[in-house]
Each structure stands twice: as structure tokens, then as C-alpha cells.
T-cell receptor
Framework: DQQVKQNSPSLSVQEGRISILNCDYT??????FLWYKKYPAEGPTFLIS?????DKNEDGRFTVFLNKSAKHLSLHIVPSQPGDSAVYFC???????????????FGKGTHLIIQP | NAGVTQTPKFRVLKTGQSMTLLCAQD?????MYWYRQDPGMGLRLIHY???????AKGEVPDGYNVSRLKKQNFLLGLESAAPSQTSVYFC??????????FGSGTRLTVV
């Protein structure tokens, strides 16, 4: 059973518009969430994160929103740029993991395509 | 600054052959991880290490062994490769916390 779900395998957005990527989780013991971006033939790179004690975290064009009651988080990219075309992974850390020591649980990823 | 370096980048093995994937990090990170990525499956944790001389099993450890004899290196071994182990393998490291740095991956094909 998948504990972190990204139900949209792909998303197409026009350049300059807002991209919204969604992630749902089932385990209430997750207390820290991260988004990674991955280009083909490269490793994932960290984008932004949020602790469960917050409901929003912003970094430039990227904002992550967390709704604990719905077990849902979303990544907003505004405005979307061609370089944002990549696969985005949502990942979660268990509260009991000792600061992330025992690894991240990843979703399957969403392929974001920014159209000119 | 190299970060996390994985060798080799590509490899083709025959069923039953063995090989070792090497991960090296130059950031003095305590924690190191091996993940595999399969189409439509996201990244799944194989094994990890929270310090030199320690290893632990992740979500999909069967068919793999690991060793961390030096803090900067984390080795992933396949004793008898199977076609089901065809995948892209990613190594990652982090200091105590959530700041993972990933390598660029090793694409392994088992025929």
C-alpha cells in the first residue's frame, strides 16, 4: 500500500501560469514533507520542504501548502517557466525516524510539462 | 565540489553475475542511502547507513548487500543479478537531518 500518493502522472501548464502539483499521504506519523525535482539522467534535487507544525512555506516562486486534516500537500509554482519542466517527487519523513535517519518515503512523481 | 559520486554510470550484467556499485561523498555526511527507481514506481529505499560501520534494511532489501567501511563510501552489492534488478540506482547522503544530496544515478540492465 502506497503511503505517499501523487495521483497525476503528468501535468501540462502554459508558461507564465501557475502550476499546482498535488500529493496525498495516508500515514499520520509523517511529520516532515519535501519536494524534489528531477531532470532526465540526473539525480533528484531538493526544492522545498515543510514541517507539520506549519501550513505554508514559501521560497521564491515555489510555495508548499500543507493541510494536515486532509493529509494533503500541494506545490505551487508561480509563474511557471520552461526550466520547470521536470518530474516532481513528493517525499515524507516519519516522526519516529530520528531526524530522517531511516530514509524518505517517495510518491511516484508527477511529470510537469511547461508549454511555451 | 563533487558532492555524491556514483560509479559506474551504466552497466549491463548477465543473469547470475555479481557486481558492486560504489557511492562516494565528500561532504562528511553521517547518513547514506541506496534507492532504486523503476518506471511508475518512484524511489524505493534498499538499504541505508547512519554511520561508519552501520547498515540497515529499507523497503526492498532482498537480493542486495551493503557495506560502509569508511564514512565517505557506501557500497551496494548484487551477489547474483536477476532481471528484476534492472533499474536506476540512486545513492544519497545527508547530515543529521533532512538535507539529502543525490548522486546522478547508475543505470543497470540485467539480461
Amino acid at each position: 500500500d502506497q503511503q505517499v500518493k501523487q495521483n497525476s502522472p503528468s501535468l501540462s501548464v502554459q508558461e507564465g501560469r501557475i502550476s499546482i502539483l498535488n500529493c496525498d499521504y495516508t500515514n499520520s506519523m509523517f511529520d516532515y514533507f519535501l519536494w524534489y525535482k528531477k531532470y532526465p539522467a540526473e539525480g533528484p534535487t531538493f526544492l522545498i520542504s515543510i514541517s507539520s507544525i506549519k501550513d505554508k512555506n514559501e521560497d521564491g516562486r515555489f510555495t508548499v501548502f500543507l493541510n494536515k486534516s486532509a493529509k494533503h500537500l500541494s506545490l505551487h509554482i508561480v509563474p511557471s517557466q520552461p526550466g520547470d519542466s521536470a518530474v516532481y517527487f513528493c517525499a515524507a519523513v516519519l516522526k519516529t525516524s530520528g531526524g530522517g535517519a531511516d530514509g524518505l518515503t517517495f510518491g511516484k512523481g508527477t511529470h510537469l510539462i511547461i508549454q511555451p | 565540489n563533487a558532492g555524491v559520486t556514483q560509479t559506474p554510470k551504466f552497466r549491463v550484467l548477465k543473469t547470475g553475475q555479481s557486481m558492486t556499485l560504489l557511492c562516494a561523498q565528500d561532504m562528511n555526511h553521517e547518513y547514506m542511502y541506496w534507492y532504486r527507481q523503476d518506471p511508475g514506481m518512484g524511489l524505493r529505499l534498499i538499504h541505508y547507513s547512519v554511520g561508519e560501520g552501520t547498515t540497515a534494511k529499507g523497503e526492498v532489501p532482498d537480493g542486495y548487500n551493503v557495506s560502509r567501511l569508511k564514512k565517505q563510501n557506501f557500497l551496494l552489492g548484487l551477489e547474483s543479478a536477476a532481471p528484476s534488478q534492472t533499474s536506476v540506482y540512486f545513492c544519497a547522503s545527508s547530515p543529521r537531518g533532512y538535507g539529502y544530496t543525490f548522486g546522478s544515478g547508475t543505470r543497470l540492465t540485467v539480461v
